[in-house]
């Protein structure tokens, strides 16, 4: 797992990139996964939600747009001034989701997308955030798709395109830890085994988002 120093750093180094860069580097795709996932998370009646791995706001901004009062911490500040010049009436804080400042059951449910493969330990960041939440936790990460010709064009696609754009703006070695990070993450059957491994939840369930290119999991605590 990656060390925090390394993680704020690469985060402070792509904070005014990062929307660009995202929007390029999965044309444009991400907004139908962010919303697909937000509309979980409202048609689960949550009224109040931690967004954790905020980055620079998008999810935040989807739960405030659905009425949803919306907290969203980052460990970036980068990033964090980044979500507050977008989004000037959500708040904002710098936090590491590994030691919330928040009590116990303060929020309905909290939320972490494309941020848990980041933190130092995704077992203690999915403890943590269960702590703070009533009744779940939504984690939207990249993962292994299921059908392996798909699975192989995807994984030489990204191998190759990436790092090539992360090469034009300048930052290679970022754009490789991403992808790196992303094809390792242990997705779908393997990350709800690690989360039952923790002993909190309840239920747990996944869907596979585009082929499997990403997943939610929702776990209910
Ligand atoms: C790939 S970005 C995702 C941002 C945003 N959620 C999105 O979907 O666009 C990952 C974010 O996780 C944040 N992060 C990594 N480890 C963290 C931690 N322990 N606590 C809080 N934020 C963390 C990084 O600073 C970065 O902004």
């Not at 064009?153 to 970022?174: A, D, E, H």
Request: glycine letters at 4%.
């Amino acid at each position: 797992m990656p060390s925090q120093i390394y993680i704020k750093d690469l985060f402070n180094s792509i904070s005014t990139k990062y929307d660009l860069l995202n929007n390029l580097l999965s044309l444009g795709l991400h907004w139908s996964w962010k919303k697909k996932f937000v509309r979980m998370i409202k048609n689960d009646n949550n009224r109040k939600v931690l967004d954790a791995a905020t980055g620079t706001g998008d999810i935040a901004a989807l739960l405030h747009h659905e009425n949803i009062n919306v907290t969203g911490i980052d460990l970036s500040p980068g990033m964090i001034e980044v979500a507050n010049q977008r989004f000037k009436n959500i708040t904002f804080e710098v936090a590491d989701t590994l030691n919330l400042k928040f009590d116990e059951n303060l929020f309905d449910a909290s939320s972490i997308a494309f941020g848990i493969r980041n933190t130092e330990s995704v077992e203690e960041a999915l403890t943590e955030l269960a702590r703070v939440s009533k009744k779940y936790v939504y984690v939207l990460e990249f993962g292994t798709p299921q059908n392996k010709v798909f699975k192989n064009v995807y994984f030489f696609m990204m191998k190759k395109f990436i790092p090539t754009l992360g090469k034009i703006f300048g930052m290679k070695s970022s754009y490789q830890y991403l992808i790196d990070s992303s094809i390792k993450f242990p997705s779908d059957k393997k990350f709800i085994e690690l989360a039952d491994s923790l002993k909190i939840f309840k239920k747990t369930s996944y869907k596979a988002v585009f082929g499997g290119i990403c997943y939610i999991y929702k776990l209910e605590i």
